[in-house]
């Protein structure tokens, strides 16, 4: 099965070897970047609701996109891609993830690990008309046909397929009080992939074995669609 989950704002440049890929709808997001492009510094900083500073740092990645393209799994760098921690990973690791890893994404729709991609910044809380889940989710329901893991935020879950995923949730119980905590939650999403490529594996027994950063797999909350991950902090 497919591992999918979501981008990250933080970018960093990460060592890649090998060969890179061109991303299944990038005459999409080109579409996107040129309708963004258009956009001056102000409309910009009432788009995505940011300071003039990241305002003008848009602008700029607009206006150079594609002329600065790294590898996806090797270019964010959120907390969830530090604790994929992709350089310490087995030149076999690496090779499974390339495989067998998707980046659901606002501007490129589906990443492979090893698409090229600009710098950018696009999430589904900017004010676009354009920008929308539903844009997506047509297209990437034609090419993702099978069960897969979702490790995604609900943001990023919206434009995948219903009915297909195998949603991994990891809680947290915090001083009496269980939810699903953002920052917590990034960690364990990238601990869970950095495991599975340990594993070489996608089986529901592996699915269900986690045990890094203290979670237990609730078996009496998951059904076939839920696999759910608890642990106190």
């Known amino acids: 099965m497919k591992i999918i989950i979501s981008p990250a704002k933080k970018m960093k440049k990460k060592e890649f070897i090998g ?5 299944i709808f990038s005459k999409n997001a080109q579409t996107i970047a040129n309708k963004i492009k258009k956009y001056d510094l102000e409309e910009l900083q009432k788009a995505f609701k940011c300071s003039s500073k990241i305002a003008k740092e848009v602008y700029n990645y607009y206006h150079d996109f594609n002329s600065d393209l790294h590898p996806a799994l090797y270019r964010y760098d959120g907390l969830q891609y530090m604790n994929i921690d992709v350089l310490s990973l087995s030149e076999a690791e690496r090779n499974f993830l390339n495989k067998n890893l998707l980046i659901a994404d606002a501007l490129y ?61 990891f809680i ?24 599975l490529a340990n594993e070489q594996n996608t089986s529901i027994d592996v699915l269900t074995s986690f045990k890094e950063e203290g979670y237990v797999f609730d078996e009496a909350t998951s059904d076939e669609s839920n696999i759910i991950y608890y642990k106190v902090i």
């Open 19 to 23: 060969t890179a890929t061109t991303p």
């Open 172 to 195: 947290q119980n915090l001083k009496g009080v269980s939810k699903s905590y953002s920052t917590n939650t990034k960690i364990a999403r990238g601990k869970f992939v950095k495991y």
């Open 109 to 169: 729709g589906l990443l492979k690990p090893t698409d090229l991609i600009s710098q950018y910044r696009l999430d589904y809380n900017s004010k676009f008309d354009f920008v929308k889940p539903d844009f997506y989710k047509k297209k990437i329901k034609k090419v993702l046909t099978e069960p897969y893991i979702n490790l995604c935020s609900n943001e990023y879950s919206a434009i995948l397929p219903e009915g297909l995923a195998i949603n991994i949730i």
